[in-house]
């Protein structure tokens, strides 16, 4: 009887070292899972870009916008060569780790997604090596207005479709602004006096005739009216104090 119970308590004991154990590798596996899962634990959309090594060029100019709906655009351009700008759009995927993700394009592209960086991999999945592995990693846009070339794409509600761009660049350095109507040069002044609020003032422009898709008028207009924006890494909106949208912009990272 005495020897039955001994045996008993051997058994309880090594029970609860095991269970005990279990729970502890489980909740330590847990914690890597979340800590390593990238695609949960941090803010992995938005615009990433980077110049990636080219064999035969003096690099590959990309972009890569990541939604949260799994989409992408990616956008690329070979430096030293033709100033065509390939764009492809679609879907990707997370693998299981919840650390990497794959394009549906056809070269099926890995990227492994860190903290605001993008790591461009091999065909296999793995991180690129060497001396040039830092070229290889792809830095997260951050949410900036100045230095952008801003495209105008809608202005008072109405697409824009114009042949020649019509666009704008920030310059924080003296508060200047540059850009065109579609047609002449513009040039003028901004402020941001806090977060999210912007006017313009002394637009100048050139006074070249302009003929066809003449917005003119009602593009360099609408800056009289605008007291504040809003913006992510890929649109600018620009606003008038009811908050009425006057005009959009998209970022153009090849210009």
Known sequence: MKTQSILFLILVATFGFISCNTSKKTASEKELTIADNSMTSIDWPGSYQGILPCADCE????????NKDLTYSLKTSYLGKEDNIFETKGTFTWDKSGSKI????PEKQVYQVGENKL???DKSGNRITGDLAN???MEKENIEITNKYWKLTELNGKTV???KDAFIKLLPDD?????????NVLNGSFE???TNSITFSKILMTKMACIDDNIESEFVGVFEE???YTATSEELTLKDATGNVKAKFESDYFK
Not at 102 to 105: F, G, I, R, S
Not at 175 to 183: A, K, M, P, W
Request: aromatic share 8%; net charge positive; with cysteine.
């Open 119 to 121: 790591f461009h991999l």
């Open 102 to 105: 794959t394009l549906d394009n």
């Open 59 to 66: 690099g590959i100019k990309t972009r890569l916008v990541l």
């Open 175 to 183: 508060n200047h602004f540059t850009g065109n109507s579609s047609c």
């Open 161 to 163: 479709k114009t042949k």
């Open 135 to 137: 070229n290889y990693i």
């Open 226 to 228: 605008i007291t504040n």
């Open 192 to 194: 941001m006096a806090n």
